[in-house]
């Protein structure tokens, strides 16, 4: 029956937890199955519809009515003087313990329970009990702590604690498990992706944390669950990223939240808004530079003129804090030259100067497309000299780079300017060696 | 290993080691024995306990931070536990029992050394008292080498994590040093109802105020509030040097101040609203007695609290006298303390009293 059921719940999405449950029930069931028939006097007699009622519920993910058995159990047991004991009152305790917390999940505003109570508390009952299947009730375990402490805005240190805890406990069980498997077979690659789902939630919870810093073990310890899996490359980035900034996790965190956002073409501003709180976080200035340019080139790739003005922002202030990178002062100037291009085209020859000045004053791998922008914005306001000037140092810097098509913009707006101010002979002189050097 | 050797040294965590363990393991892991395999689970769980000392070092190490890599260490230790139980059943290969036994020693030995510079003195004391369960010894004599501190090594981004190395003895001796810093105090409050016990409050009012005895006081306070709110008549909290006072808005509870010294063994500490008097029955002004009780000099023989007293004589007094006296709460005076009751204890023996009185009685002290 749960075996084609498609699970609706996060944990029990995966088919090995679901199977694990499916054990569990079917063991017990067959349990009963070979029990003599009771008295119907006899309590276990009475225990026993409410039991499989509740098991039957579970499994269809009923939850209401899961929760219902499972309530009518106890409060049988407890009438009868029965103590909360025996691995069925456990399977029963769990079963209404999970199901009370998907109803919780659905509608917490109309939970009629005591969350600590009825969901935590059945369920840490049970496992004092029952501790078979440790992956999967750990899971659920560890994910109701865990969706609580995020109904609370991750503002509770103690719930954090333990959703931490029993979700790596599961972790460790299901390692254990597999400890035979092979590292790239399909069980060990659906644990893999179990270890990463972890360090997902340790990322969101580590974002909010009082204590950020904790994770820089936790986390690490998870990837090493999870090496010689498929997603290798992706444990050892995460492995690292935790120690981004000198182990400032909270920034390692949202750094990558930011770029695995980017990545996942997310909603632009949403990005911005991360990598941001990343830049705010960071203490080492490289680190937030490093930022900030990858801000101005993520922002300089989105369509808009807003973005392409906010990456010469984003760059400004990459090269402010780190001015001898190269990186960050390609990244800057090119934002520049962007932005100064599209005024030019756009006929706003003052922005398109003061940019294209902006983007000359440094030098930077690539620079040839600033001084070819600002000698044609400064021919257009008739400055001849420096246009001069500016368009030779293009042209120059460019011969040294490229042929042919690839140099011919700057050659052309050299000769161009040249004209414009009345040089023609010199201008085809340089016409003269451009042709006469093959290109 | 040599115990007299002295073995400090350090040990590079490489995230690319950690890629090949990891790896390793795995591939072999099918032609593994399951003694082999259980030996190398309980390491792990071993490995992953030290990794918390890095963030147990130097400054700005918050409560929370604490709070939260404590709760971690305890249920690693934990884990082991449960393992160290289990194994005790089913391997019967006495080799590899025993290195279980001391990687768990170990373990609990780790969680002392972290619960100590974690200012949770007491968890640490307990965490040790687990190690000398397990070997049996005291761990000073142990040959083994124990992680002691660990701190990011040169690499950026934290890619290394360099630990010191220290034999069992230099740890206990660490331990030591920590556990000085905190003074094991018990306390008896059964003659008070739930509710008034429920209103207790613990204040310090005295002592150092750098950080280490600030965060042990907290984290004692949580305790001894824990502790009363669980219900119990008679717990033990660890607490940091320094006078403290407990009192409560219920107007019913005595104020009681105690002053706590370093080094210190501190007899019970008795909350009860009732009292006593003592009065002297000695004609002899030589041997006027000096008394204290919770550390602090008692002025006025009248509305005593119930509990220990030290006792001193006057320098010229001759006469034996009893070293401590204990006074309980009792319905009946079981014994009057007369100089010939005394005779019997040995010269240079100290003299220990235990007196029962009741509420609002005088007792004189015949002596």
């Known amino acids: ?118 969901v935590l508390g059945a369920m840490h009952e049970s496992l004092e009990i029952l501790q078979d299947d ?90 090493r669950l999870g090496f010689g899996s498929k997603y290798d490359d992706r444990f050892a980035q995460l492995y690292e990223v935790v120690g981004f900034d000198d ?31 990343a830049a705010q976080v960071t203490r080492g200035y490289k680190e937030r530079a490093e930022i900030y340019r990858q801000m101005a080139d993520y922002s300089s790739r989105l369509d808009g003129h ?133 290109q | 290993m040599s115990r007299t050797k002295s073995r400090r040294f350090a040990i590079i965590a490489f995230l690319a080691l950690g890629l090949g363990l990891f790896s390793g393991v795995t591939v072999n892991a099918g032609n593994v024995d399951p003694v082999e395999r259980e030996l190398g689970f309980v390491a792990e769980l071993y490995r992953a306990i030290t990794g918390y000392h890095v963030l147990l070092q130097g400054d700005g190490v918050t409560r929370d931070m604490v709070a939260a890599a404590l709760y971690d260490v305890e249920r690693y230790v934990e884990e082991l536990d449960g393992r160290y139980a289990t194994n005790k059943l089913f391997i019967e290969d006495h080799a590899a029992m025993e290195e279980i036994t001391q990687t768990v020693a170990k373990a609990h030995l780790q969680a002392a050394l972290l619960h100590a510079k974690g200012v949770d003195l007491e968890g640490s004391i307990s965490q040790y008292e687990k190690v000398i369960d397990l070997l049996g010894y005291n761990p000073v004599d142990w040959e083994e080498s124990i992680a002691r501190s660990a701190v990011p090594g040169m690499l950026p981004g934290v890619s290394e994590i360099v630990f010191e190395m220290a034999s069992p003895r230099e740890v206990v001796e660490d331990l030591k040093r920590f556990w000085a810093a905190g003074v094991v105090t018990r306390f008896k409050v059964e003659e008070y109802g739930s509710a008034s016990r429920q209103a207790f409050k613990i204040e310090r009012i005295g002592g150092r105020k750098d950080p280490f005895s600030e965060a042990a006081f907290a984290l004692a306070s949580e305790r001894f509030s824990e502790r009363i709110a669980e219900g119990l008549e008679e717990f033990r ?55 204290t009780i919770n550390g602090l000099t008692v002025k006025n023989f009248q509305g005593l609290s119930y509990g220990t007293y030290r006792v001193r004589s006057a320098p010229g007094c001759t006469r034996r006298i009893p070293d401590k006296i204990t006074v309980e709460q009792n319905s009946e005076v079981s014994l009057r303390t007369e100089p010939e009751r005394l005779d019997y204890v040995k010269e240079g023996q100290p003299i220990f009293l235990f007196i029962t009185t009741p509420p609002g009685s005088t007792y004189t002290l015949r002596m």
């Open chain 1, 1 to 118: 029956m749960i075996r084609n059921r498609r699970p609706t719940h996060d944990l029990a999405r995966h088919r090995v937890a679901t199977l694990s449950l499916a054990l569990v029930l079917t063991a017990v069931g067959a349990t009963v199955a070979t029990t003599p028939v009771q008295a119907e006097e006899e309590p276990s007699a009475m225990l026993e519809p409410m039991r499989l009622q509740a098991v039957s519920a579970y499994n269809e993910r009923n939850w209401q009515a899961a929760s219902e058995a499972a309530d009518a159990f106890v409060a049988a047991l407890d009438a009868e003087g029965l103590p909360h004991a025996g691995p069925k009152f456990a399977l029963v305790s769990f079963i209404g313990g999970h199901a009370r917390f998907e109803l919780w999940k659905a509608d917490p505003g109309t939970f009629p329970y005591d969350f600590d109570r009825d």
């Open chain 2, 237 to 291: 909290v660890v607490l940091p040097p320094g006078r403290y006072r407990v009192s409560a808005a219920d107007p019913t509870v005595e104020t009681l101040e105690v002053a706590l010294s370093r080094g210190g063994v501190p007899d019970p500490i008795v909350l009860n609203p009732n009292t006593f008097n003592f009065e002297f029955a000695s004609p002899d002004e030589k041997c006027a007695l000096t008394m």
């Open chain 1, 306 to 438: 807003g973005y392409k003005l906010r990456a010469v922002e984003f760059g400004r202030m990459a090269f402010k804090l780190d001015p001898t990178n190269k990186d960050i002062q390609v990244q800057y100037g090119t934002s520049l030259h962007v932005v100064s291009y599209a005024h030019y085209n756009a006929g706003r020859f003052e922005e398109s100067l003061k940019s294209a000045k902006e983007s000359t004053s440094f030098e930077w791998d690539g620079d040839e497309v600033a001084y070819f922008d600002l000698s044609r914005s400064e021919a257009n306001f008739g400055n001849k000299i420096s246009a001069l000037v500016h368009a030779e140092k293009a042209y120059d810097k460019a011969r040294r780079k490229y042929t042919g098509g690839e140099l011919q913009p700057f050659f052309q707006n050299y000769v161009n300017i040249l004209r414009q101010f009345g040089l023609s002979a010199k201008a085809s002189q340089i016409e003269a060696e451009f042709q006469g050097s093959g």
């Open chain 1, 247 to 277: 182990g400032n996790v909270r920034a390692g965190v949202l750094w990558q939240t930011g770029l695995d956002k980017m990545n996942s073409e997310g909603e632009p501003e949403e990005v911005l808004e991360v990598f941001s709180e």
């Open chain 1, 134 to 223: 440790p992956f999967f009730k750990h899971n659920i375990l560890g994910t109701a702590y865990y969706e609580k402490l995020k109904h609370e805005h991750y503002r509770n240190p103690e719930l954090e604690n333990k959703a931490n805890w029993h979700l790596y406990k599961a972790l460790l069980a299901r390692a254990e498990e597999l400890v035979d498997a092979p590292r790239d077979g399909e069980d060990f690659t659906s644990f893999a992706k179990y270890v990463l789902l972890y360090i997902n939630r340790a990322f969101e919870i580590a974002r909010y944390s009082t204590v950020p810093k904790i994770y820089l073990v936790r986390v690490r310890e998870a990837c």
